[in-house]
């Protein structure tokens, strides 16, 4: 069905989100390339929007490419060693310089409140300060990194406190050390030492890469583990190493889901987060999709999985009591709350054959061998039950059943009680297949 407002229905696809977000703690890296190629002002709105819709926002801001313009503006050519700058004194004023700018930039657009902007009518408070102590990097491989410095610690009471009171926190690259010095941070440690520390919901990192991808497709989900394999790949140094290392990190250390996301899609922000897709790279320990047992509670997404192929005669219409009843029989796919894929396997009392029933998967997710893994566990279900073969009624489906090992069979094939509960007016095509 069209409609006058496309808008209309993603707003209401997003809703779940919008819910499920409102008062988690988010803590987004934005790398200065961002700023420095025009998608600022953009990010800036992203943000604002956040912060309206209840989440609380812990904004990194990097400052590579502000500085590595400062530095060739004044001759300044920093070593490089390990994948970093080795930042002298000289080195060390520019990085003041440029993250103070930055800083008073990034506030002074999020302060912008005309009435023909798009942040009219929010309002917002910026905090920024000494809100991550830092170490020095030390003498490493004979080198002195003098003013590069590793994260000490992050001051969570502190942060906290800002949260709680609807601030947006601001944190620079760069941290203080407790004899009143100041060091130069990778901003992807500040990040994902922030997001630790805060036990955040999600830290995301926005950078070059729109993600990992592999032969060009995009890895939407991955474990720490194998996101392993891709890091020891990359280059010493990079954006997609340092994002990837602290992707890693912070999943590992309890941070709930990490998203590795392009600034260069300026619906990248938003898309990650409203859909249930998404649009980058998650790593994350949780189970994002998996198949399980069904329970009560999912009753109400079944009904919503199976109701359009009821409405065209695929399948049997199902009630909401059948489903109760049956529960136990019942598997699921679940993609991040959402029922995407079912099977069910009904014993037979008379019989050692099963019943296959109710294979579907939803539209949005075929292709992806979802129905051929709900299978493969109807079958291991059906040998630790003892059951010796799996029959199947199907009016369009005969041709993927035959492709995947059933045989066409007869009504007189079918248990007892099976036959005399036969639909004759339907005309379902009937397969078997037996269990070795």
């Known amino acids: 069905m069209s409609t006058r407002f496309p808008f209309v229905g993603w707003f209401r696809n997003s809703s779940p989100y919008i819910n499920a977000h409102r008062g988690q703690t988010f803590v987004i890296l934005i790398e200065g390339e961002a700023v420095a190629q025009g998608r600022g002002e953009q990010l800036i709105q992203d943000l604002a929007l956040l912060h309206t819709l209840g989440v609380r926002l812990v904004v990194v801001l ?43 930039w990034l506030e002074a657009r999020l302060s912008l409140g005309l009435p023909n902007s798009p942040l009219h009518g929010v309002d917002m408070t910026v905090v920024s300060g000494n809100l991550v102590m830092a170490k020095p990097l030390g003498v490493r491989d004979g080198v002195d990194f003098e003013r590069s410095g590793e994260v000490r610690r992050v001051r969570k009471e502190a942060l906290e406190q800002l949260l709680a009171t609807n601030s947006l926190v601001l944190l620079p690259p760069i941290g203080f050390s407790s004899t009143g010095e100041v060091f130069e941070l990778e901003p992807a440690d500040v990040a994902c030492r922030t997001a630790i520390a805060l036990g955040a919901d999600k830290l995301i990192l926005l950078g070059e890469a729109s993600g990992l991808t592999e032969a060009g497709v995009l890895q939407r989900q991955l474990t720490p583990c194998d996101a392993d394999a891709w890091l020891g790949n990359t280059e010493l140094g990079s954006e997609l190493s340092r994002h990837l290392a602290a992707a890693c990190e912070a999943a590992r250390q309890g941070v ?72 136990d029989d019942y598997l699921v796919v679940e993609r991040d709350g959402m029922i995407i ?15 296959l029933a109710c294979v579907v998967v939803h539209a949005d997710y075929r292709g992806a061998d979802r129905g051929e893994l709900l299978l493969s566990e109807v079958i291991r279900l059906a040998r630790e039950r003892g059951l010796d073969s799996l029959f199947v009624l199907t009016t369009h489906t005969a041709h993927w059943f ?28 009937i397969l078997i297949k037996a269990l070795d």
């Open 402 to 429: 035959v492709e995947h090992g059933f045989r066409p069979a007869e009504l007189s094939e079918l248990p007892s009680l099976r036959r005399e509960t036969y639909n004759h007016a339907r005309r379902s095509r």
């Open 256 to 327: 709930a889901r990490t998203h590795l996301i392009s600034w260069q899609d300026h619906e990248a922000l938003l898309g990650e987060l409203f859909t249930r897709d998404g649009v980058g790279t998650m790593i994350t320990q949780q189970r994002y999709e998996q198949l399980r047992q069904a329970q009560v509670s999912d009753i109400g997404g079944l009904l919503e999985l199976v109701a359009p192929l009821e409405r065209n005669g695929m399948l049997v219409a199902r009630s909401r009591e059948r489903l109760e009843v049956d529960i």
């Open 341 to 355: 894929a079912c099977a069910a396997l009904h014993s037979q009392p008379d019989s050692t054959a099963g019943e």
């Open 62 to 104: 990097g400052i590579r490419a502000q500085l590595a313009a400062a530095l060739d503006t004044v001759g300044i050519t920093p070593d490089q060693h390990l994948g970093r700058w080795v930042a002298d004194d000289d080195t060390m004023a520019l990085v003041e310089r440029v993250a103070a700018e930055q800083r008073l």
